[in-house]
């Protein structure tokens, strides 16, 4: 952590958030019998692509996971055309026995065909956690889940009770969560916004989060992850503002309790800034920026686009500033690599 | 049929199509022991939704399908959310055992989100055709299924042979297929486009068919759908223009027959509509209009948005305009439901 003359708050890094994982990380793959095999596919010629895969690579070498990287369309041939090949190859690695997780680099199409080759990927090795069956368990708040359960294209009919504990119980795993949501998580339980205090699950309680994107990506399961941990959250889309929680008020909304409740929000995106001890943006334009003059003073603001949505000044106002959190993103990838490697194994024993 | 002097083509209405399915509906209703039970969710103040959903009980009461709307968020009380409760209206229906099909008013929350919601409605009883199960079978040509195989989120390993005949094999039901791509075929289909005395599978080759609009829900799967029955299909997006077709050029494409391929095009929207025998456009749009003066002397123009795409004067060149296709769509989807109850009589047979 370091503080400069140029402003009050904090600039974080990720890097120390990231190794604390990393050292986890190393510690279970010393104890499997072959290190896990990651599929990276690179269908586009997009610059920002080429270079997360190169960053994959060295992550992956770091660590003593072996990773794959597939290349096809554009990225395989200058004369094809971008995405070329790809479900192909996605389908290809879903049938490899010796392949444990697959990544993809998105964008590819748009988000709708980008969203259909995302169910494409096998659950059981979709270490982004991006199929429906891992949004489905989130937004419903299901932590935990019988690894056999991921090859029924049926939702579960009864939902479990909520999680009171860390630890999944027996004959469960833990369900994969999508990576960048789940980073913002760790990077909050690292600063100390979720309080260790209070019971597992509702960590962020008492807390007012809001979160600037609402895409199916990141933003909507990070709102839904934040009201699942407890907090409030504001979040804000292009054309509306709604209010995530999971403690009800009416008793249409105590019915769905334990799980988040979604309420449009009359507040301006400035009301909702003046109250919010955290702001997460996520926005994918290097123009849009969040004024740093709307911040309520002390607050912790994390950067999730790859431009840059916080002002230059934006630690006159914030406690804590991270301007990125791509190598615990990363981190997470990894980690959720080591529990589908473990899934494979439940369910190789299962079936 | 109708010819105006105004124009030379001819304005071809949907209920003469319609009213052929609706008899063929009618005598299957009647071997059935109970009527089928379609369950509509309405969960927004949207007039032409709340326009469709009429439109649906008025062909149920007409045909004897039992028809249930249920009202949530906005549809239910104006002071609530556009959309509440509509995920949780689609679990009740899933779970419900009288239940045989769901339909669900979209758009509700935007592209994204309404994506998630197609796919926590159950294949089952998915009516509409639009979970990914059924996406990833119409992509691959994948015709007949077991419909056991609905139950698993793991996409089939090994394609089956193309399909050379109309009924499906021993064991097998055929696919669902999402309504508006197959009410468009069986349009062509009546109109002549489909050549009947060419092979099953393969009865629009010969015919170049542009498809203005490329999104997951109607354009791409119906350029997927001509191509995989043999027509040269221009796919015209915002900002790109591809080929698909299903007979291969190059190696890498012979590998996927008979999937169809899918190239970039170097064609001007002007140099597609100029060689095409049919236009199909289907942009949500009131200003968006197909130029007349581009389309081929005696093609066929079919209207898919709900505003009209094409200018006034198109029947000056178009041989065949169809300004509406909705009453052809509405009744495959009631086609559809009467498959997805045997699809329920067999896995309950099975499992």
Redesign the interface.
Known sequence: MSTEASGKGILLKADPIANAFRDEIKAALAERPRPPKLVGILATSAAPSKFYADFTQKQCDALGVEFVLKRTGAAADPSA??G??V??AI?EA??DNSVDGIMVYYPIFG???D??LQ??V???KDVEGLH??F??NL?HNIRFLDPTS??????P?SLPPPAVEDQPPAGTVKSILPCTPLAVVKCLEHIGVYNRILPYGDRAYGKTITVIN???VVG?PLAALLANDGARVLSVDIDSI?EYTKRPVTE?ER??HPRHV???SSLSLQECLAISDVVVSAVPSAEYKVKTAWLKDGCVCINVAADKNFEADVREKASVYMPTIGRVTITMLLRNLLRLQQYGEVSKQTS
């Open positions: 055309g971008e070329d090949g479900e192909e389908i879903n049938e988000v709708q065909q969203h259909y169910q494409v096998s659950p059981l429906f069956k949004h489905y937004y991921l090859l029924s294209s049926v939702p009919t609402r895409s199916e909507r709604q249409a019915r769905f979604v309420r449009p």
